[in-house]
C-alpha cells in the first residue's frame, strides 16, 4: 500500500506562487502515475495536473495551463505541483492522488488519495 502526504499549502496573494510538495510512502509498486486535484468549497473535486512515472509526459486541466508545473523526484518519492501567477479562483482544497498511469488522473479515478492541503489566494 501507499500513503500520500501533501505539504506546502497556504495563503498567498494574487499573482503570487506556491509549491505544494507530495510525498508518498509504503509500497508504491503500481502506482507510478502522479497527479494533483482540487476541491473549491461548494464545488466538485476537479483535475488539475498529472505526471507518469518517467516525468515527462504531464497533462493539465485548461484552467492552469502555463502557470502550474507538476514535477517529480522519484529518489525522494515526492511530486511537486509549482503555482504560479495564482487567482482568487485556485482557492482550493488541493489533494495528491497516484494511480497506474496518468489516464487514471485524467478521468478522476485515481486508485490513492492524499489528505488535502488548504490553498487559499486572496485579492
Known amino acids: 500500500q501507499v500513503q500520500l502526504v501533501e505539504s506546502g499549502g497556504g495563503l498567498v496573494q494574487a499573482g503570487g506562487s506556491l509549491r505544494l510538495s507530495c510525498a508518498a510512502s509504503g509500497r508504491t509498486f503500481g502506482t507510478s502515475a502522479m497527479g494533483w486535484f482540487r476541491q473549491a468549497s461548494g464545488k466538485k473535486r476537479e483535475f488539475v495536473a498529472a505526471?507518469?512515472?518517467?516525468?515527462?509526459?504531464?497533462r493539465y486541466a485548461d484552467s492552469v495551463k502555463g502557470r502550474f508545473t507538476i514535477s517529480r523526484d522519484n529518489a525522494k518519492n515526492t511530486v511537486y505541483l509549482q503555482m504560479n501567477n495564482l487567482k482568487p479562483e485556485d482557492t482550493a482544497v488541493y489533494y495528491c492522488a497516484a494511480g497506474p498511469n496518468i489516464w487514471t488522473m485524467t478521468s478522476g479515478n485515481p486508485e490513492v488519495w492524499g489528505q488535502g492541503a488548504l490553498v487559499t489566494v486572496s485579492s
Open positions: 505526471i507518469a512515472w518517467d516525468a515527462f509526459v504531464t
